[in-house]
């Protein structure tokens, strides 16, 4: 299989990686004096950043470790000249005593690596902590003990007079923190993967979704699709790929994580069963799911549609659901966005949470993409489909973000921040799409002011009418005196 060849290369990118993490570490030592290259440390620092996108905090150590080595002990050797006054008493201690402390002060490149690594699993900006965490760790260093305070990331600039003297200001600790910022953001800006997309559409037919017969049969079909020919990062199942709750299944996440490659991730809809409820409720959910079946996040619905996904005033209405399967579904918190690694996040809506607007955007933060999971099974080859797909297209336009759909059926599509459709499937067939996704577009005037702004245009018009209608009134009764 694919998935297993991908497999086979860990150790070949393991290798690449840490060659460029000690490639890194030396070219911070020719950034400073007496080469002087200073544009050397932006690669650096930007390599810092990229190499472990995506790994776990330990390999993220690993990273800043071995970065660490490749820049202490190149940047130490002069200290072996000193164990040459008395070479025969003291010559064999010196390249044990650079190795030594070299491999000592990694230990802060090492930390500072960790904590972005566990800052960046929980969404948080990435440049910003590896910046604040190389800073910190420095000044750590630099006190430490007795500390050695010695080159510092700010010193590549000593020979750059002029963007030196910002250190009378802010000194040399505060000097290199916009330097690692700099840096680690325009890695993160050229480097970071867009993921290639692999959105599955098993067109699994409404009657047979529940039925018990045809279980095994529908689990095996979203897989055996997914392992088709063809390279991908993100997995992309429709709303309730999964007939059971992934959350509470170890064993089938870990299967699932088979179909991923070393950093890949699967983001599938499955039942999530509410603890509050003591089981007998369920939320619509999406989790994100890496390679190992570490569960890396969810969304559950929050927007029900009544009579479909739960009885509105159930003691009042004695209406039986359409949706039967797990009993009422429980309404998810707001919409939220979801860290998915090394890839740019994800504002998930799942089925008819789309046809609203400002329901599906995470204001706090913005996500840089939108993943719609429905089936719209229910809705046969009818306009249904089409008419989901447009409100999703609309949601694209509005917030100027890329949208992928993932549906059982009916339409599953790629569309572009503009709300062009770049790629779909035909209702009522199965297949997969392979794709990049689209760029993001900055925040969009309805993005940050939502319906405030035709809320204005409606008063402004009817102030308008009410002030003319008056002036009216009062040129009439003028003339009719």
Not at 92 to 106: E, F, M, R, Y
Not at 208 to 226: F, M, N, T
Not at 314 to 335: A, E
Request: aromatic share 10%; glycine share 10%; hydrophobic share 50%.
């Amino acid at each position: 299989m694919e998935e297993r060849k991908l497999q086979n290369t860990l150790p070949r990118r393991a290798l690449v990686g840490l060659l460029l993490a000690t490639a890194a570490g030396i070219s911070l030592i020719i950034a400073l004096p007496p080469h002087s290259v200073a544009p050397l440390a932006l690669v650096a620092f930007g390599l810092l950043a990229v190499l472990p996108l995506g790994q776990s905090a330990f390999k993220a150590s690993g990273f800043g470790y071995v970065l660490g080595l490749g820049r202490f002990v190149p940047g130490l050797l002069w200290i072996t000249e000193s164990f040459q006054v008395e070479a025969d008493r003291f010559g064999w201690l010196a390249l044990p005593a650079v190795l030594g402390l070299a491999a000592l002060l990694s230990v802060f490149r090492a930390l500072a690596r960790n904590l972005a690594a566990r800052m960046e699993r929980a969404g948080l900006p990435l440049a910003v902590w590896i910046a604040t965490g190389w800073t910190a760790m420095k000044w750590l260093r630099g006190h430490a003990l007795t500390g050695f305070p010695w080159n510092l990331a700010a010193y590549t600039l000593a020979d750059w007079l002029i963007a030196a003297q910002a250190s009378s200001e802010v000194g040399n600790y505060g000097l290199g923190y916009p330097l690692v910022l700099s840096a680690a953001l325009a890695g993160l800006a050229f480097f970071t993967p867009d993921g290639k997309f692999r959105v599955v559409q098993p067109n699994i037919p409404q009657s047979a979704k529940w039925d018990e017969g045809s279980r095994k049969a529908d689990i095996l079909r979203l897989p055996a699709l997914s392992a088709r020919p063809g390279d991908y990062d993100i997995l992309l199942w429709p709303e309730t790929a999964w007939p059971g709750s992934l959350a509470e299944d170890t064993g089938a996440r870990v299967m699932l994580g088979w179909l991923l490659p070393e950093t890949g991730v699967l983001l599938a809809g499955s039942p999530e069963r509410g603890a509050e409820t003591a089981g007998t409720e369920c939320r619509n959910a999406v989790i994100a799911i890496s390679p190992d079946g570490t569960v890396l996040a969810r969304h559950a619905k929050h927007l029900l549609v009544a009579f479909g996904k739960h009885i509105p005033r159930r003691d009042l209405l004695p209406f039986q659901r359409l949706v039967q399967s797990f009993g009422d579904f429980l309404p998810g918190p707001r919409p939220c966005t979801l860290a998915l690694g090394p890839y740019p996040s994800a504002g998930v809506a799942i089925g008819c949470e789309i046809i609203f607007p400002r329901h599906v955007v995470d204001d706090a933060i913005r996500p840089d993409r939108i993943f719609n999971a429905t089936n719209d099974a229910w809705f046969g080859a009818s306009m249904g489909p089409w008419q989901h797909l447009t409100s999703a297209r609309m949601r694209a336009i509005e917030d100027g973000l890329p949208l992928v759909r993932a549906a059982n059926t009916g339409i599953p599509a790629v569309v572009d921040a503009y709300g062009a459709t770049l790629a779909m499937l035909d209702i009522e067939t199965s297949g997969v799409i392979n794709r990049r996704m689209p760029r993001p577009l900055p925040p969009t005037l309805y993005a940050r002011f939502g319906d405030w702004t035709v809320l204005q245009h409606v008063l402004v018009s009817w102030g308008v009418c009410g002030y003319w209608g008056r002036r009216q009134q009062a040129y009439l009764k003028g003339t009719s005196t």
